[in-house]
């Protein structure tokens, strides 16, 4: 269903409704650009902390306008043995509503939009009949607003321009050259009075007339009289002049007001469907989604909090339960059987063998979807189909169960290890942000922190570490990289040789982090703390906000599962937290094993080392986006690619785990690494 | 005619034709935005200097992306006495053309983007089809690239593909999980080689994938196949490979460089209709047309010099001759006859008495424009009654001859006055900017530069200052305003009473002046100067250009009419450049009258004081832009109105000038002010 501001109104209460009911949601946004920063693969070094990557997305990627926001309802029906689905495609737009409002501003890429248009996007639609939205403390500041002149009126205060400053300072001036064309208005008005019409429309003219006029007849006719701008739907503007008693003008006074309250709830337009989601504490599901999340965030709800773990408490806030499917097809037991994880290549394998097409059926009242006619990027399209794509991998799961299960509902156990892990793009060895707990912390002992001067290339780098065998260089600025050796044990030697070395300075990881951190501690002992200060309290001390996400409250839960309750049996969580020895293992020689393949300067670089021939196509998409995940998301322009991330994560289970009979098919005959996905007896 | 990258290749000889036959031009161009300030009230500070407000419209208005150019042609037909017309309507889109094109980045103002869905401007049209564009850097760096690469092929060295440092790293690694997808491959192409068939084409794939397969396909194949990527409209990529000999091999490369040659041109895209119109040296004519002209230049030509004279320079070598009609009609012997210069309200009073309607055709084969159907704010259509205003102020100087003529040309002296002067929006007393030569420099040695604690109010100043009559408040920022008292004579009271306070500060402008010049002294000694270094060379040290504006050559020309030149006896020029005497009296009085009823906070400052029941309106439109000057420009939001500016502005001529009989028509009985416009007995 197509929502846009003319029927947003109306729909309201069916989104309200198709939420309360789902058994889970999944979403997708389509954004007007990606990364604002020179290229995407400085915004996506390989070897990126968390942290640091959030950092970057936040700092590039949140002046784009999240415009279309698909939202897919999934609700099982026991008898029909399938899905009910019920789907939305959201068109957003800031519209400002009044004078008074924020006048947003956003950025839009040309890549982006570029290849939103080719697929067909509108944005006609999006411009002139996008939903308006307000985030919390835009809300609360306009309905603060709004009750101070109501209570302006209350007391009898009378509108503003009564007691403002100018009002003492006697009759107003006017301009000789508009002399003329205000004695006319006086003239009218005064004949207006005396006749029987009621009102009166003066022709259009300037503010500054608009102005003079408003001034001259409060001063003229004190009563009597109401004076109001009225704009044509061509914003042309002009004055209406109406007789009326005293009663009349208060009414008028009143109706203006109530009006502007209706207004005000309008603006907070689509932010209440991320209100009702985040109510309803539904699993939301998405593809490739940290950007939808960030977004979402970002626009409906607050900006984005400095640090990480504020960003991790404020999510789990707005969506208590997240399932990325992105991450779920990169994680055995699917990792294996699906080679291709954008949107569009899962959608297909997710219907052929060994799974299983999931059966859905579209609620009626709704027009339905054809998977057979793509209509990828679409965010409700989208949306749906990262659905279809988690039905199909969460009933596969079904079929390690004795007896087998052919349905695995969205509140099964089975899925609870791929809640709230938002799958990381091309960071090599950390798959996913873990949004409940601490993330991942690979050793990232093989790493070398290396600075030069800015006339180096990659070649220089090779050069360099030549005598070390096959390295992976993961370029960071101009002037340094990161360069990963095949073994740990040359770290020291390659140390050692560089020590008198005048034009390049090498570090350890280890070293690179320190000085990092002691860089970041300098300057929060200048920089108030963002958490104590500028989030909380304007956010969240006011009571006045209708809609409360109860942060404080939620803040605790967020806290609560610390890493001693993760780390007890409590099935598959032990496997990915840090400083459970050997979770942190990296199989550095496959890492390695690429660096002939892997450099990532610029796209460009790129291009020329790997397929330099591979020039024809004039798209500006970066070259392994083909077609992407749903989204025009930065996956696209990588150099290292998101296959590379998930190739190289790998590492080894250490609590007491059983082997399932089935879970391993394995494609690659030889091969002997520990999988991810074990079941346990459990179920 | 409406043009778009779907026929602008056809129309360009069209365009070109057009403009070398015109008398003169006129122009428009519409934005995605205005300003990415805080508020456009800011940015327009009534006591600006020419310098403060170029560096402001610079860091705030060009992030903006000029998406529509209108462009209307004007040729006098003595026969028939009457201008044919052509009219073309140009969209406009940075649409990258390749991988290594640049991909702009352009902000959308809420606002003004609603404006414009308001006024039915298709979006979908312009970033579906707008026509793309190179600056000159941009267009000399893809030329040496392509240079470049044509030059390798020429020298054999191949594609560097072949000489990248991986290429020498042996074969490239295949992760295990491809290594199932890249073993088809291989089999396929051999297949390939051994039957019938020409081409191959393999299904779409990741990037990662691609580029597997062009590292294994170039080490397995050698020689006999071409190996290319395909995108599908929906840009989808394949990769498809083709049986063939060295020499097709080579013909193919050939032709690929050709191919990209010819992108390249096309990507120049619309900079040719601006190279075109500034070689043409034709009178260009715009209404309110400083920020058409810099986002012109901005866009299509060069970033913007730091500095203003440079901007200056720049602009006379792009527009040799530019008139706006905006400054025109608020300058005499026309701002007695127009109140509203808006670029609607101009038109319409431009058609009556004593104004005459302007004989216009519509050439053959262009859709002609009824102005009874307003279709106002789009480009084209401002382009051309801006022409019409022209044509009819111009006629109007006719009027004054003796004997009087009807049809003054575009290159009569009678217009020359008018030349290069850019309207200036809200500044109280200087009109314009004066492209040629200095600019003028009012005294203002009755302002006060105040600075006070954040909390202050504008009843705050005004109580401050109730001893000294009215005053006139113009925020700069939160803690900082200009106040304008009456009298020149009060400045040295109240520097004394302040003396002593703690809680504000005052300086006269004089000190402030000097304050800021020093600051930008200290500034420059650390930061190197823009001209010399990073403009200059960059931009205009390569010689492979196509098109050249030849700068240095204009530099010169730019700089040779000075301020001696001038100052004889040419007519009028001599009395609008400073050191003048006489020429920089300003008629404080007037401008004072007008304290109580101009205030420039904010918008909403502004409405509190002058009229709060004129809030009916829901637009987020500014107040006093009641339609515009054509275009959705800052003039919209301002507290003091353009109004303002241009009553204040009002000098006394100094040089041997004769009244001529019919000159002054003048409105306002009782006033004596010198008129602006005398025609001297040259003609």
Redesign the interface.
Known sequence: MEVTRRNYKDCLNTVYSAIEEADFLAIDGEF??IS?GPNVSALTNGLDTPEERYTKLKKHSMNF?LFQFGLCTFKYDQKKSKYIIKPFNFYI?????????P?????????S???????GF???K???HGIPYLNQEEETQLREQTEERRNQLANGVG????I????S??P??V???????INKVIEKVGALLNDSEKTLDLE????????????TL?RMFPKGI??????T?????F?QVSKVDDEERKRREQQ?LERQQE?LNDAVGFSRVIHAISKSSKLVVGHNMLLDVMHSIHQFYCPLPEDLQDFKEVTMCVFPRLLDTKLMASTQPF??LI??T?LAELEKQSKETPFKSPQVETAEGFPSYDTAQEQLHEAGYDAYITGLCFISMANYLGSFLTPPKSHIPARSKLIEPFFNKLFLMRIIDIPYLNITGPDLQPKRDHVLYVTFPKEWK??DL?QLFSAFG?IHVSWIDDTSAFVSLSQTDQVQIAMNTSRYAESYKIQTYAEYVQGKQQEKEKLSQTVKSWGEDSWVKPHYSSSNTSVGFGYLRTRKRAISPAQGDLDTDKGWSHYSYPNSEGSKKIKTD?IS?????V?SKT??GW?????????????????????GDGKNSPE?S?PA????GT?AWQQASTGPIRKGQKTKKK??QG?STTSLFEVPEVW
């Open positions: 007007s650009g604002d306008l737009f800031p519209k400002p509503f009044s004078r008074t409002s006048d947003k501003k956003f950025i839009c890429q040309s890549s939009i570029d290849f939103l248009a080719s697929q509108d944005f006609n999006v411009f002139c509108t503003p321009s009564y403002s400053p100018s009002a300072k006697g107003a001036h301009p000789d050259e508009h002399k003329d064309f259009p003219c300037t503010g500054f007339q608009r102005k003079l006029i408003y001034q409060n109401h004076v109001e701008t009225v704009e739907e061509k914003k042309e503007r004055i203006k207004e990792k294996d080679t291709n954008s990659t070649s090779y096959n496959e094993a690429q660096a002939d393949a450099e796209s460009e291009l020329k080392m790997g397929g330099a021939s591979d020039s024809a196509g004039s798209s500006p998409v970066p070259e392994d986006d083909d077609g696209g990588s690619g998101h296959d590379v190739v494609k690659n091969e």
